[in-house]
């Protein structure tokens, strides 16, 4: 990418850390979304997703879990931690067992993942002078035994996640929807990302 950000026409860094790319990783976490008897949903003969978004309050929109690598951070550990600090209920009141079994989980669970995207990301952050470049790694759990169980931080005011259908076309941070498109092209899942946006960030808060 050239980093060209016409649509702002900033200079200097703005508020990213460092002049030209700066890398971030997204944790894109699905499973298979299933209806009360536990029989997994379709629309058009296709399985219907559901991810694991998190909001932003700056933007009043959803998106998924991901930040900016830190120094000689490894790809698989900023996944893994962005995702624990964004999306997963502290652990501060946990007993020590507990913490232990959802690490373990974690570190099983991040093992394996598919890499959907890598490269420049639409951010309002950018400026002509710096921007976003990311690695969005796809973990699906297609048991529902897996992610599933992990303690996904219930919303609160200005701040949480959730398991978020893709059912009909969102409305999400940046260019994130199109990063969603690329998992269900890759689960071959229903895909429904081309129709009308639903204009739902304040819906899912509600519910």
């Known amino acids: 990418s050239s980093g060209i950000n016409a649509e702002y ?14 890398h971030a990783a997204d944790t894109v976490v699905t499973r298979w979304m299933r ?58 009141d946990a007993s020590d067992l507990e913490q232990k079994r959802i690490g373990s989980m974690l570190k099983d669970h991040f093992n394996l993942g598919i890499t959907v995207y890598k490269g420049y990301v639409d951010d309002p952050r950018n400026t002509d002078n710096a921007w976003i470049e990311t690695t969005a790694v796809n973990y699906h759990d297609s048991t529902g035994n897996t992610f599933s169980n992990l303690p996904i931080r219930s919303n609160e005011e200005g701040h949480g996640a959730q398991w978020i259908p893709i059912d009909t076309n969102l409305d999400l941070y940046a260019n994130h929807e199109w990063i969603i498109e690329k998992v269900c092209y890759h ?21």
């Not at 026409?9 to 700066?22: A, D, H, I, K």
């Not at 895909?191 to 639903?198: C, E």
């Open 35 to 92: 209806d009360g008897a536990g029989k997994v949903i379709t629309i058009d003969n296709k399985p219907v997703m559901e991810f694991v978004g998190v909001y932003r309050p700056s933007t009043n929109e959803w998106a998924i879990p991901g930040g900016r690598m830190k120094p000689n951070e490894k790809m698989f550990d900023v996944l893994k931690r962005q995702f624990s600090e964004e999306a997963l209920e502290t652990m501060e």
């Open 9 to 22: 026409g900033m200079v200097g860094r703005g508020s990213l850390l460092r002049w030209g790319p700066n």
């Open 187 to 207: 689960r071959d899942a229903y895909n429904p990302i081309k129709t009308p946006k639903r204009q739902s960030s304040q819906l899912w808060l509600a519910q």
